[in-house]
């Protein structure tokens, strides 16, 4: 039973480039969240998404930043133009329907920008 | 104020002692209160779940919420060397798939042998 996969486990991309970070929820989890772990603090929400739908965006920047969960395949977080802000830990998390207070991690994703 | 407020130690304590982890919080709509744990470098890892107010142990893990005072605790039993880690408490208002979770920043475990 695999639980949340993310890839690649550590990205390094450098400033300007575009930075993709993928997410393959449980078996069975229709739900997936995206999380930013900046070092020294804690896990920040940043998108909800349901299968090809997007339910909550709030914490997500403005600009750059989009999300997608399409019917086949992974949940994609893609970061655009990155800068050295951006360095930090994304997380995935999924849920089963209905219960987003069991989210599962993933091991997260580390991006370096350089 | 943070929305949710928790210290990040470290906090160190001899093996067999009983640990108390702590979070307090602003938003008085959180319903739903979690618990995770991460090991270094890895995805947090869920503990325990409660909703409302009250208690529930699970093993050796005990959480606790108290809304009136807007206060959640984690007691840790015979605390175990494998129990150093990062302690994140985690909030929603809502349950169901929702919304996202509000986290505190985590404390840092450490359990002596």
């Known amino acids: 039973n695999a639980g949340v996969m993310q890839n690649p486990r550590h990205l390094v991309r450098r400033r300007g480039q575009e930075a993709r970070l993928r997410c393959s929820p449980m078996?069975?989890?229709?739900?997936v969240y995206w999380y930013r772990q900046l070092p020294e603090e804690g896990l920040k929400f940043m998108v909800y998404?349901?299968?090809?739908?997007?339910?909550?965006e709030s914490g997500m920047p403005k600009e750059r930043f989009s999300a997608e969960f399409p019917k086949e395949g992974p949940s994609i977080l893609r970061i655009q133009q990155v800068v050295r802000g951006d360095s930090a830990a994304y997380f995935c998390a999924s849920s089963p329907e209905q219960s987003n207070t069991e989210a599962f991690f993933g091991q997260g994703t580390r991006l370096t920008v350089v | 104020q943070k929305e949710v407020e928790q210290d990040p130690g470290p906090l160190s304590v001899p093996e067999g002692a009983i640990v108390s982890l702590n979070c307090t919080y602003s938003n008085s709509a959180f319903q739903y209160f979690m618990w995770y744990r991460q090991y270094s470098r890895k995805g947090p890892e869920l503990l325990m779940y409660t909703y409302s107010s009250g208690n529930k142990e699970d093993g050796r893990f005990t959480a606790q919420v108290d809304k009136s005072s807007k206060y959640i605790s984690l007691f840790i039993r015979d605390s175990q060397p494998s129990d150093s880690a990062t302690y994140l408490c985690a909030m929603s208002a809502r349950g169901g798939g929702a919304d996202g979770l509000t986290f505190g920043k985590g404390t840092h475990l450490i359990i002596q042998p």
């Open positions: 078996k069975g989890h229709s739900h």
């Open positions: 998404l349901q299968k090809e739908n997007i339910i909550d």
